[in-house]
């Protein structure tokens, strides 16, 4: 992996699928990471193999059909995880055990009733158990957006001596401003001795609305792993979506950094897990969104119509959807009446034009949306501008 390169650490089964009610049968999970796959993912997490007999056999089945993206598997910081991890990615051909532990005073008095002295001691007990079975190991450092930096640096320290080769830097509560987490990224960069030997992960949640400004602010500060789900599905308010971190990345080319996303599967992708997941993504969500490229204020329409890039960042087409939507409203303008009007077979002059926007406005009004059948209807029902319309 160059320095310029993102690697995208796909959730979805494990993470994301924590979600209650979206719970999947392997041949889903199976149907989901054969398409993660497709899209490019470099690392794709399959699940928890000690939670359930299920994910057991789903993350062992995933391994089997999986040919690009290393297959992950997570474990807490015990041997028997380990294990039972260790014997699941037994047919992956790029294994990658995940393994961690809480590192936040939190989670290590009110979670562990320990020390900070007894958790370094699992964290390189459990990092150096996994070294055992794959070259690959992961550690995360639970809730290390609310742990001490010194502190987190310090762990890191170890379990890189001990053999990780990926450090997870996990916001689990979705705590941290995007200023706040990239300063923690950037003072393990210059504080850890090894860190330039390992690749530092982003893994931010969504509840205050931050994980995705998060995951950029610790790409911008040296992290070059963020860990996402489609649709930003996970537990509570959900995580980093990964079409979010994928296309700013690629709309903003002066950061220089890339991903290996095809992202012309996004779309097609967000449908896919939409479907398997029964999680239905709001329509005003970024860039899968069904309002994403929509327009019904008639500045914008006016403005879209003109030139695509007036009101659109991204080219639809980029992200797999066909076109932007024009969407008849009350608020609509006569450009816009105009250009749907045409594209169902009424090629308006601007006489015409003036004679139907009244009648148009008037029946909008009473309606949240004017389709092409209404289109149809109002020339219709205006006789004498239906007579002098060109089919």
């Known amino acids: 992996m160059t320095r310029n390169n993102i690697q995208i650490f796909d959730t979805t089964l494990r993470d994301g699928e924590q979600v209650p009610g979206c719970k999947l049968n392997t041949e889903q999970k199976l149907i989901i990471a054969k398409r993660l796959d497709l899209l490019g993912v470099d690392v794709i997490e399959a ?72 958790v370094i001691a699992r964290a390189i007990e459990a990092v150096s158990y996994a070294k055992t079975f794959v070259d690959d190991v992961e550690f995360y450092a639970e809730d290390a957006g609310r742990t001490d930096n010194a502190f987190l640096a310090k762990v890191c320290e170890a379990v890189i001596k001990s053999g990780a080769t990926v450090l997870n830097i996990p916001d689990t509560t979705g705590y941290c401003l995007p200023n706040e987490y990239g300063d923690k990224i950037k003072y393990l960069v210059d504080n850890v001795k090894g860190i ?12 205050l609305g931050l994980a995705t400004a998060n995951a950029i602010a610790g790409i911008q500060n040296g992290a070059r792993q963020v860990e996402c789900t489609i649709n930003g599905i996970g537990e509570r308010a959900g995580n980093t979506a990964l079409e979010e971190v994928v296309m700013i990345l690629k709309q903003h080319p002066y950061l220089n950094l890339d991903t290996g996303i095809n992202t012309k ?37 006016d403005g879209v119509i003109k030139n695509r890039e007036t009101y659109e960042i991204i080219n639809p087409a980029d992200v797999g959807v066909n ?37 148009f406005l008037n029946y909008a009004d009473k309606r949240k949306e004017v389709n092409d059948d209404d289109l149809h209807y109002l020339m219709n029902i205006n006789n004498p501008l239906k007579s002098s319309v060109n089919f």
């Open 47 to 118: 699940g928890f193999p000690i939670s359930s007999p299920g994910d057991f056999h789903a993350v062992s089945e995933i391994a089997k059909v999986v040919k690009n993206a290393i297959v992950c598997a997570l474990t807490r910081a015990n041997k028997k995880d380990i294990e039972v991890a260790a014997q699941a990615l037994k047919y992956a051909k790029y294994p990658r055990i995940h393994t961690g532990i809480g590192t936040s005073d939190s989670h290590i008095i009110h979670k562990f009733n320990s020390t900070r002295e007894k």
């Open 196 to 207: 330039e030997n390992v690749i530092i992960s982003c893994h931010c949640h969504n509840d």
């Open 265 to 301: 599967l996004l779309y097609d992708t967000s449908k896919l897990v939409q479907y398997h997941m029964g999680m239905i993504v709001q329509a005003n969500k970024a860039i899968v969104g069904d309002n994403a490229f929509a327009h019904s204020s008639g500045i914008h329409q």
């Open 323 to 359: 076109e932007s939507s024009i969407i008849l409203t009350a608020r609509s303008g006569r450009a816009a009446l105009a250009y749907r009007a045409k594209n169902v077979g009424y090629e308006l002059t601007k006489i015409q034009l003036d004679m139907l926007y009244p009648e």
